[in-house]
C-alpha cells in the first residue's frame, strides 16, 4: 500500500512537471478508487438521475487534466481535489436539473457513517452545497473536512495530513460540522 501511494506521488509530480504519459498512468492507478467514490455518491442519488459512477469519474478525470498546472503534493493532496470536483460535478447536475424542472427533479445524496440527528440520511445536494458555502465563511477549515469527509471519502488521518493539523482537531471540526450542517439543514 505504501509503494502504491509512492507511485501515485510520483506520478503526480511528473505529471505537474508537463509529463503526459505520466496522467495516463496515474489514471490507471486510481480509477477504482475515484469509481468507489463515484459509487458511493450515485448509490444517494435518484434512480432516474444521469449521474452514473462512470459518468462522474470522466466528468471529474476531463476536470482533472484541465487542472495539470496543479503543484501537487501527494495522494491525498489529488483525492482532496478530487473531492471538491465530485462535489461540483454532482452540485453542478443537481443544478441543470432543477432548472429542467422548477422545484422538483432535486438530486439527493446520502452521507454515511455521518450520524447527522436527521430522520433521513438522504439530503438535498444543492441545500447541501448552499449549507457547505455559509460554513466556509464562517470557518473555512471546518467546511474543507466535511467536503473531503463525503465527497472524498478521506479518514481523519488522511484529512489531517491534508489540512496539516491534528487527528484531534479534524475529530473536533467534525463534530461541530456535524451539528452545524444538521441545524441548516433542518431550517
Known amino acids: 500500500m505504501e509503494a502504491g501511494h509512492r ?9 505537474s512537471a508537463g509529463d503526459k504519459l505520466a496522467l495516463d498512468q496515474l489514471i490507471e492507478l486510481v480509477y477504482e478508487d ?9 448509490r444517494s442519488l435518484p434512480a432516474d438521475s444521469s449521474m452514473q459512477p462512470t459518468v462522474l469519474v470522466n466528468e471529474v478525470y476531463l476536470r482533472l487534466v484541465d487542472a495539470s498546472q496543479v503543484s501537487w503534493n501527494d495522494r491525498t493532496h489529488f483525492f482532496a481535489i478530487a473531492a471538491r470536483l465530485m462535489r461540483q460535478v454532482v452540485t453542478d447536475s443537481a443544478r441543470v436539473h432543477g432548472r429542467e424542472k422548477r422545484g422538483g427533479g432535486w438530486q439527493r445524496i446520502a452521507i454515511e457513517d455521518s450520524n447527522l440527528p436527521a430522520a433521513s440520511q438522504e439530503l ?13 465563511a464562517a470557518d473555512a477549515r471546518k467546511a474543507q473536512v466535511v467536503e473531503l469527509r463525503i465527497f472524498g471519502g478521506l479518514s481523519n488521518g488522511e484529512i489531517a495530513e491534508v489540512l496539516a493539523v491534528s487527528v484531534d482537531t479534524i475529530k473536533r471540526d467534525w463534530s461541530f460540522a456535524k451539528l452545524w450542517l444538521a441545524r441548516e439543514l433542518k431550517e
Open 7 to 15: 507511485n501515485i506521488t510520483e506520478l503526480l509530480k511528473q505529471w
Open 34 to 42: 475515484l469509481r468507489q467514490l463515484a459509487r458511493r455518491r450515485a
Open 124 to 136: 438535498d445536494v444543492l441545500a447541501l452545497d448552499e449549507a457547505l458555502d455559509r460554513l466556509a
